[in-house]
């Protein structure tokens, strides 16, 4: 099915997925099924292509495109189509066709407007599978109210700003898109999940997921409680890592950097760092007064001190790292977690590999993301007839 055959067959081999996604949520959703086998066509404007394509990280490009965009693409075969030209709206169903997936996350409606919503691919192809992402949900009142979807603003309008950071400081983001990974990964677990209920059933359907409710879920233990409980979650002044957890549960200073500290009784870490009488204090109630004391003593040894110490006494504790530091230590011990890949532009290029580890069926070995429309005469030669090509391009459709 793809024009580079793979060494060995990876689980997803022969299903099809015609993809509309851009940014973040879809693109990386897309990527997971790539990595194990999908045959995804990412459908992109002749040109410039996916907007994140142009959205340069730290004020940098890796060749033509962002870092970003390398990120979320690999192993996917670029295909580029005016997607308001009716001519080009005419092959994509006729390409869909032979496909198993749509994926979409333009905002509501969009797709139905340019005829390439679930209604447009069921009438051609009645098994399809169409995975629609959004920010708020189909329907809902944040979108009605036209509200943009995307990661910053689901995470002020979740709660998530207030579970992170200190108590009095301003509402603070975390520090990834979340929102946007929880999202992609639902909306995978979707499509996969249809696929079966195709083989199955026998029927295909629209699925959807969306940022906010995807977020609202990656926080289910703190609803809950908010939900059951009746309270109201507070962060700490002294710097607990959650306003769900209590003492000792955050980062502490030692002499020449930081060290993470999460569950332990509070008796226990006492003896080991010099406070016997830390036990004595509530570990909830009073969990910003230990977390000061633990501060204090800390502070007296370095990172690399703390951490045999605490080894040695079964204490759950790590050193705080950059990320530069994380991605130099597993590139130093030629860590499996890495994957590189030639690019035509970029040349030697590094990425996170698939999470997913299978024994039977593993990820297929990494392709670099695409160019612009890098794939555009291989997928049109593939699905199309000489004469539909040559009304594309006389439409001017590409």
Known sequence: MNSESDTAKSALDGVRILDFSQMMMGPLCTQTLADLG?????????????????????????????????????????????????????????????????????????MDRLGLGYADFKEVNPGIIYASGSGWGSGSKMAEQGLPGQDLLVQAMSGVMF?????????????????????????????????????????????????????????????????????????????????????PYGNYRTSDGWIAIAMCPLDKLGALIGDDSLGELDPWEQRDEAKRRIDACIEKLATNEWMMKFRAADIWAAPVRTSRQAMRELADADSDRLVTMKHPEAGEVTAIACPIAMSEMPAREPRAAPLVGQHTEEILNQFLSEDEISELRDAEAL
Do not use: Y
């Open 38 to 110: 999908a045959d995804v066509i990412k459908v992109e404007r002749p040109e410039t292509g996916d907007w994140m394509r142009g959205m340069p990280m730290v004020g940098e490009f890796v060749g033509s495109d962002s870092a970003a965009f390398h990120a979320f693409n690999r192993n996917k075969r670029s295909l580029t189509v005016d997607l308001k030209n009716e001519v080009g709206r005419k092959a994509l169903l006729a390409i869909s066709r032979k496909c198993d997936v749509v994926v979409e996350n333009f905002r509501s409606g969009v």
């Open 163 to 247: 579970h992170t950071g200190r108590d009095g400081d301003p509402p603070t983001a975390c520090g990834t898109p979340i929102a946007d990974f929880a999202a992609s990964q639902s909306l995978a677990i979707g499509i996969l999940v249809a696929l079966i209920g195709r083989d199955r059933h026998g029927v295909g359907q629209k699925i959807e997921t969306n940022l906010f409710s995807a977020t609202l879920g990656v926080m289910a233990q703190e609803n809950f409680a908010v939900a059951n409980q009746d309270v109201n979650l507070r962060r700490s002044k002294a710097g607990i890592a959650s306003c769900w957890n209590d003492a």
